[in-house]
């Protein structure tokens, strides 16, 4: 009962940041995602994780209706070995209750051996760290990269903004919803999904992924994307200038692993 009155407050405020033009917006069906964050150590963790996720993990979540589900390691980022796990749901309850849920499936726990019981001594990870986020208003559902669909070389940029408050964090969304979801995609940076934290660390902030063919079309792609003059009087409105709405940016580029979905 607690946890869910604590949803309740957060998705509460979630909703007291939008502004009067997003809220009187059509309610579409939003997605909700947990973002984890898996820190293994170098060895035999990551071999122990890629069985889990392919064989375990990802089949049970898919019988829960969480789907697809992407698992990626970062290529470029603070920290290596990480994956990054991508789940998308409909329903709230199910993203939130989902280790109890796994706790529950049989077929899930004998598959899920030996990562899912391993001893203290030799943990199958070092720590994982969980977001729960809402899709925003104007995307309210992952979009499945072509390259998935077509099984060909993709990569992942993974970017996370924080604000310092939560009246710059509102500007911010606003500029996606007014304009910057066109100027991403005239630029040819594929986006998968962005969205709005709702629990987790480093609050206020949203996090969104584009998705390219490689290194050299993000780099071309941002390029465009910074050189659009639509963009410039966007980010030259005195609504969005006028302090710096974003204090930090976390820049991941990640690579799928073989059995991701996405």
Do not use: N
């Given at each position: 009962m607690q946890r869910r009155n604590f949803l309740k407050a957060a998705l509460a405020t979630s909703a007291a940041t939008m502004?009067?033009?997003?809220?009187?917006?059509?309610?579409a069906s939003h997605e909700y995602y947990q973002l984890r964050r898996y820190s293994f150590r170098s060895g035999p963790q990551t071999k122990a994780a890629d069985q889990f996720f392919a064989n375990a993990f990802i089949p049970a979540a898919n019988r829960?209706?969480?789907?697809?589900?992407?698992?990626?390691?970062?290529?470029?980022?603070?920290?290596?070995?990480?994956?990054?796990?991508?789940?998308?749901?409909?329903?709230?309850e199910t993203i939130v209750d989902l280790d109890l849920l796994l706790?529950?499936?049989s077929e899930f726990l004998k598959l899920a051996e030996p990562f899912w019981t391993s001893s203290a001594k030799e943990p199958p990870f070092e720590r994982v760290e969980s977001t729960l986020y809402k899709a925003f208003e104007g995307w309210p559902k992952l979009a499945i990269?072509?390259?998935t669909a077509q099984k060909t070389k993709?990569?992942?940029q993974l970017r996370t903004y924080e604000s310092p408050t939560y009246g710059d964090h509102?500007?911010?969304v606003e500029m996606f919803h007014h304009g910057e979801f066109a100027f991403f995609?005239?630029?040819?940076?594929?986006?998968?999904?962005?969205?709005?934290?709702?629990i987790g660390p480093n609050l206020p902030k949203l996090t969104?992924?584009?998705t390219f063919p490689d290194t050299a079309a993000l780099e071309a792609g941002w390029k465009r994307f910074v050189d659009d003059p639509d963009w410039k009087k966007l980010s030259s409105d005195p609504r969005y200038n006028f302090e710096a709405i974003v204090s930090n940016v976390d820049n991941l580029v990640l690579s799928p692993l073989p059995y991701s979905q996405i």
């Open positions: 502004t009067p033009e997003l809220q009187a917006q059509p309610s829960m209706g969480l789907s697809p589900i992407g698992v990626f390691r970062v290529d470029i980022g603070p920290q290596t070995p990480t994956y990054y796990v991508l789940i998308p749901g409909s329903k709230l706790a529950a499936d990269p072509t390259a993709r990569i992942f509102v500007r911010k995609k005239k630029a040819g940076c594929e986006a998968v999904f962005y969205s709005d934290g709702l969104y992924m584009l």
